[in-house]
């Protein structure tokens, strides 16, 4: 793509500065919008050749912006970050239409290589790596909040959890694998 535009949508100010400045210097020009309704406000007057989307904002979340950016540019490689990583939400980015899926925290290098990535050798082989009991935990209480739509009081109903010791789990971030 000849004109190498980046459009950052996190409402974590800090992160979105620090990764601006530093595409900046590798030379791409760089929006950033702090929720995806003022994300929308910057499609209307700009296409972008990248995107990194933040799932979890104040208002909509990032994963409601992936359908308006691939119509505006089919194109566009785009990447869902969050801090709140989780097996349910990977796969449902990816169904939207992300390109790829990255953890936070992540570095520029690291968000440069997954957004210019290819597409994944089928015949490397898949190397198996249990996951943790803390975080297979996690991926479950994921799956059964989503299940319910956010849903936090019906999450714990069906988890057999109080509602308050889950909302404890949520705002922690996930362990590692």
């Known amino acids: 793509m000849t004109d190498p535009s980046f459009l950052i949508v996190d409402d974590d100010t800090t992160f979105t500065r620090v990764l601006s400045r530093s595409l900046s210097r590798r030379g791409?020009?760089?929006?950033?919008?702090?929720?995806?309704?003022?994300?929308?406000?910057?499609?209307?007057?700009?296409?972008?050749?990248?995107?990194?989307?933040?799932?979890?904002?104040?208002?909509?979340?990032?994963l409601t912006l992936i359908s308006r950016l691939r119509e505006t540019n089919p194109e566009i490689r785009l990447l869902v970050l969050t801090g709140y990583a989780s097996i349910a939400t990977a796969v449902d980015a990816i169904k939207l239409g992300a390109d790829h899926y990255l953890p936070k925290p992540a570095d520029t290098d690291q968000i440069l290589a997954a957004l210019q990535a290819s597409l994944p050798d089928p015949a490397q082989p898949v190397v198996a790596e249990p996951m943790s009991v803390n975080r297979l935990e996690w991926e479950h209480i994921q799956k059964v909040l989503q299940a319910n739509e956010g849903n936090i009081s019906a999450t714990a109903r069906a988890l057999n959890m109080h509602r308050r010791t889950l909302q404890r789990k949520l705002a922690k971030y996930p362990v590692k694998r």
Do not use: N, R, Y
Not at 36 to 49: C, H, I, P, V
């Open 28 to 62: 791409f020009t760089v929006s950033t919008a702090h929720s995806a309704e003022a994300a929308l406000a910057l499609l209307q007057q700009q296409q972008f050749s990248f995107a990194t989307l933040d799932l979890k904002m104040q208002g909509a979340s990032g």
